[in-house]
């Protein structure tokens, strides 16, 4: 073969190569806008807004939490903090068993763990509601109103024990003999179980404060009574006077 026709053949080959990557580079290309057509195409795709939407939407709710309810969480976080610890200790300590220093883990223990923190979880929001944020209040009630006691004179009726549970009792009061009939010219009072004057009467007397005495004064259908009190009635806000100390007599009939 002469050296005229290996150039030739040389160049030939040359432009083949040079068709060949061409083609190369089309269907690479033509891969690449298939693969992202079926990318846009896919599932996760059209969820996309939605995940937008999401990211926005716990932006603003972290903005609303700690900008304008800031007050709150400050007075709430050291809450939930000490409710996290008091789960986290409760939990190490049930579901955990052995020595201090080689504790070890039991599925067993850890079950009960569980069902106690549970139970729990369910039984005191109704206990806080039901029991001791309205102990608490009373007592606070009690303690600032206790400081504005008053003493009157008043025709009292029988006290009725209206919840046994509290030791509540309630009865009828009139200023004027003539009016104790009921309606406007009547007071309901109350006596019930107070923890400030249990703390008075124990370190003054050893013995707790008993509504159920006080109300054993008021022994007739009609009494002449000697009182002391604090409170005040109010219908619409169902306030009532408490009545904490009686001395009584029977007013005959006739």
């Known amino acids: 073969m002469s050296g005229e026709d290996k150039s030739l053949k040389a160049a030939l080959d040359a432009l083949k190569k040079t068709q060949r990557l061409e083609n190369d580079a089309q269907a690479s290309a033509h891969e690449g806008g298939s693969q992202k057509k079926t990318r846009q195409a896919s599932p996760g795709f059209a969820f996309a807004p939605v995940a937008s939407l999401w990211e926005r939407a716990t ?31 409760t939990f190490r300590s049930l579901a955990y068993k052995g020595p201090k220093n080689a504790r070890v883990f039991s599925r067993k223990r850890a079950g009960v763990a569980v069902a106690a923190l549970a139970v729990f979880t369910v039984i005191a929001p109704f206990l806080l509601v039901q029991e001791i944020i309205p102990a608490i209040s009373r007592t606070i009630y009690d303690a600032g109103m206790l400081a504005t006691m008053k003493e009157d004179k008043l025709y009292l ?92 007599k029977p007013v005959l009939a006739g």
């Open 59 to 89: 932006r603003r709710a972290d903005a609303v939490w700690n900008g304008w309810l800031r007050p709150v969480t400050r007075f709430l976080t050291p809450i939930t903090k000490r409710i996290i610890s008091f789960y986290r200790w």
């Open 157 to 248: 009726g029988r006290a009725e024990l209206i919840n046994p549970d509290r030791q509540l009792y309630q009865v009828m009061g009139c200023r004027d003999i003539k009016g104790c009939d009921g309606g406007d010219n009547t007071t309901y009072y109350r006596l019930r179980d107070n923890v400030i004057l249990d703390i008075k009467y124990w370190t003054t007397r050893f013995e707790p404060y008993d509504p159920a005495e006080i109300a054993g004064a008021m022994v007739s259908e009609l009494n002449d009574c000697s009182i002391r009190y604090y409170g005040r009635r109010s219908k619409a806000l169902g306030w009532y006077p408490y009545i904490v100390s009686a001395s009584c």
